[in-house]
């Protein structure tokens, strides 16, 4: 069975810093786009930041450019997302998705729709 399994969330201070993993089982995440996407109270679900399935291009939202950092590791099989500078409108439940895009490794989208497969989420909360 895929699955993804996000870890890394918590209550941090306005200014702090969180790393937050995206570790990968049933399949290997090689050949995939990986995507972090969050739900802040109340809100839809919207677009963070991707990297595509070789690691070397990634797409962020204008919220996350020059504050989060998305890598991956596939020999781990895992996907991060290194965020500094962190605000209270950065509170939210922090999803990573994946669809597999072996033919195209040098693009990703922040599209809902495109991704497949899901984690069930980590809370990040940004609060003094």
């Known amino acids: 069975q895929l699955q993804l399994e996000e870890s890394g969330g918590g209550l941090v201070q306005p200014g702090g810093s969180l790393r937050l993993s995206c570790v990968a089982s049933?399949?290997?995440?090689?050949?995939?786009?990986i995507g972090w996407f969050r739900q802040p109270p109340g809100r839809d679900r919207e677009m963070v930041s991707c990297?595509?399935?070789?690691?070397?291009?990634?797409n962020d939202a204008e919220f996350a450019k020059g504050r989060f950092t998305t890598s991956r590791d596939n020999a781990k099989n895992a996907v991060s997302l290194q965020m500094s500078s962190l605000k209270p409108e950065d509170t939210a439940i922090y999803y990573c998705?994946?669809?597999?895009?072996?033919?195209?490794?040098?693009?990703?989208?922040?599209?809902?729709?495109?991704?497949?497969?899901w984690g069930q989420g980590t809370p990040v909360a940004v609060s003094s």
């Open positions: 990297i595509s399935s070789s690691g070397s291009y990634t």
């Open positions: 998705g994946a669809y597999p895009s072996p033919s195209r490794p040098y693009e990703c989208f922040l599209r809902l729709w495109d991704y497949e497969y």
């Open positions: 049933g399949f290997t995440l090689d050949g995939y786009v």
